[in-house]
């Protein structure tokens, strides 16, 4: 399964103003992923799919979603991609959060190459 920096450019960041942190920790230089470039998925594509809605509630993370649905915490940021809502600070208690399925498709739809 993809995981999401597998495909971002990186870039080694040696600009003076981060020189007295890269110092104290013994780094040459720090690493910055470049954006993340994922696809739409178009209406076609979502009706193939199962949507299972949540309500947000106290406690809620997406990573806990993405456990208990995709089985691990590393694909949280489908879900919060998927709602439009990338971090749990969006997240209000109430809030209907879709959780997209099959995993694999959703992947495949969101990083396929032919855009």
Do not use: C
């Amino acid at each position: 399964m993809s995981e999401r920096n597998e495909n971002r450019e990186v870039f080694l960041n040696e600009h003076a103003l981060y020189h007295k942190m890269r110092k104290s920790r013994g780094l040459n230089g720090l690493r910055h992923y470049g954006k993340l470039k994922l696809n739409q998925i178009v209406s076609e594509n979502i009706r193939e799919m199962t949507l299972v809605d949540h309500i947000w509630k106290t406690g809620d993370r997406l990573s806990k979603l993405a456990f208990k649905y995709y089985g691990s915490t590393e694909h949280w940021w489908v879900i919060g991609w998927f709602n439009k809502k990338p971090i749990d600070n969006l997240y209000k208690i109430g809030d209907m959060v879709h959780i997209p399925l099959p995993l694999e498709d959703v992947l495949y739809y969101i990083q396929r190459e032919d855009g």
